[in-house]
């Protein structure tokens, strides 16, 4: 007989939760994802929830191996109708970016050239997309993907670049979720720090400038994080910023104790001129500077829609 203690432990403890399709989907499994939508779809008459059901069936068709023309097919099918269903709301937005993601991400090219035609075509939905919603976090996410496919354009000329990144600087103004922002700052940080030398007089202080504000909106995933610190000191000092270069160092080096550049980020805050301070022997002889003001960490996962469904964690 189970003792007292046992038996109210027992009542107390609540029935776990059945996962639903958007739990299965985004942790990409697609064939439970696909059975509890498929499920759903027949049980349910709410137009706004059948419109739901249909982007999360789309976007685990998207998911489904082996990956298939036909399941691709499906999923297109699945998110025009999506799009259908809504002038310019949420669902429809994310439907949309979907379908470009498909033509951008999934269709299997035969060759260089296909390939870049896909990449074409994924660009002008995405322009599309956030012509007609520019105010809808999809789209904007969407103007990521294109900085992107823009940036990496293998067939675009040096001397055609700064150009274009000076394009894609005006799109900023109208970035305005703050992921959306922070990933294309982010972009156009990398595209300034890897451009060959002499190309752009100033691009190293552009690309501090850009990882600056990705830093001002924050990451989450730790190494991600030790990364954009590191680089913002590099460049930093590279720039002759040496306060900036000792502050994200200094955070760095409080932060990553075990990181494996922990000994070069002090070796270098000892050149800069706090030998005094820094024993490279002793990782907490740096003080974590004070946090500076900044907005709350924008979430690296795929945010949810407005609507009382979720949206899944994960993009395809």
Request: hydrophobic fraction near 40%; glycine fraction near 4%.
């Amino acid at each position: 007989m189970p003792s007292v203690q046992a038996r109210a432990e027992t009542k107390a403890a609540p029935a776990a939760e059945k996962a639903d399709g958007w739990d299965f989907c985004s942790r990409t499994l697609a064939d439970d994802a696909l059975a509890e939508f498929r499920a759903e779809l027949k049980r349910e008459t709410d137009p706004a929830k059948l419109r739901q059901i249909k982007l999360g069936m789309g976007i685990a068709l998207t998911n489904a191996q082996p990956k298939t023309d036909d399941n691709l097919d499906k999923a297109v099918a699945a998110f025009t109708e999506v799009a259908a269903g809504g002038a310019r709301d949420e669902l429809a937005a994310m439907a949309r970016y979907y379908i470009a993601r498909v033509v951008e991400r999934h269709r299997y090219a035969q060759d260089d050239a296909q390939a870049g035609e896909y990449s074409r075509k994924a660009a002008t939905l995405y322009k599309e997309l956030f012509a007609d919603m520019p105010d809808q976090l999809f789209a904007q996410l969407g103007m990521v993907k294109y900085a992107m496919i823009t940036i990496y354009d293998t067939n675009l000329p040096t001397a055609d670049r700064p150009k274009v990144l000076a394009d894609l600087e005006t799109l900023l103004p109208k970035i305005t979720h703050p992921l959306a922002a922070r990933d294309f700052h982010s972009e156009l940080g990398a595209a300034y720090l890897y451009l060959p030398e002499g190309v752009i007089a100033d691009a190293k202080k552009k690309a501090l400038e850009h990882y600056l504000e990705v830093d001002r909106y924050g990451l989450q995933r730790f190494t991600a994080k030790a990364d954009l610190w590191i680089r913002i000191g590099n460049l930093a000092r590279d720039e002759k910023r040496n306060d900036l270069a000792l502050e994200y160092l200094g955070r760095f080096v409080a932060e990553y104790p075990r990181d494996s550049r922990n000994y070069y980020a002090r070796k270098v805050m000892g050149e800069l001129g706090r030998p005094s301070q820094v024993d490279l022997n002793d990782p907490a002889s740096v003080a974590r500077p004070a946090p500076s003001a900044a907005p709350a960490p924008a979430a690296e996962t795929t945010p949810a829609p407005a609507a009382p469904a979720p949206s899944p964690s994960a993009q395809p």
